[in-house]
Structures are given as C-alpha cells and as structure tokens.
C-alpha cells in the first residue's frame, strides 16, 4: 500500500502560480504512475494529469496542458503539480493518486488516493 499527502494548495489570484506537491509513503513510489485529479463543487473528477513511474512520459488533459505540468522525484517520494496562469475555473479541489498500471487517465483505474487539497482562484 501507499499513503498519499498533498500539500500547497490555497487562494490565488488569476493568472498566479501555485505548485501542489504529493508526498508517497509506504511502498517503493517508482512502482506507481501517479495521476492528478480535481474536483469542483457539484462535479465529478475531472483527470488533470499523469507521470510515468520513472517520471520519463507526462501529459496533461487538453484543458490544462499549456499552462499546467508534471514532475516527480522518485528519490524523495514527490510528484509535483506545477500550474501557472491560475484561471476562476481551475477553482477544485486537487487529488493525487497512485496506480500499479503504467498509464491511465481515469479516476477508477487508480489504487490509493491522498485527502486532497484545496486550490481556489478568484477573479
């Protein structure tokens, strides 16, 4: 099993920056691709984006993906949310999620999930 810990969301203003970090335990993280989610208020999960294990291939939903981007430290446990250009919609909470497959993009093909952490832009 892994334990999942997010950490840096907060209240930006649009077209701020925030970095969201997600710190594994429990288990060897490169055994995990690592997913971002978020969800808004009355809304399903909406994928934001996804790392490979060894942090080699990562990609972005289209609705994101030029201002938004994805890292990971196997050595220290971390993947990362880099998002800049913070628009009113981007207003969610941001989970991140592990999975034992090598790629995936919904929410269901993920094993273990943090507590999230919230990410409100006002306009």
């Known amino acids: 099993q892994v334990q999942l810990v997010e950490s840096g969301g907060g209240l930006v203003q649009t077209g701020d920056s925030l970095r969201l970090s997600c710190a594994a335990s429990?288990?060897?993280?490169?055994?995990?691709?690592m997913g971002w989610f978020r969800q808004a208020p009355g809304k399903e999960y909406e994928f934001v984006g996804v790392?490979?294990?060894?942090?080699?291939?990562?990609d972005c939903a289209d609705s994101v993906k030029d201002r938004f981007t994805i890292s990971r430290d196997n050595a220290k446990n971390l993947v990362y949310l880099q998002m800049n250009n913070l628009k009113p919609e981007d207003t969610a909470v941001y989970y991140c999620a592990a999975t034992s497959r090598p790629w995936a993009t919904m929410s269901n093909e993920y094993n273990y999930w943090g507590q999230g952490t919230q990410v409100t832009v006002s306009s």
């Open positions: 429990g288990d060897t993280f490169s055994r995990y691709a």
């Open positions: 790392i490979s294990k060894s942090g080699n291939t990562a």
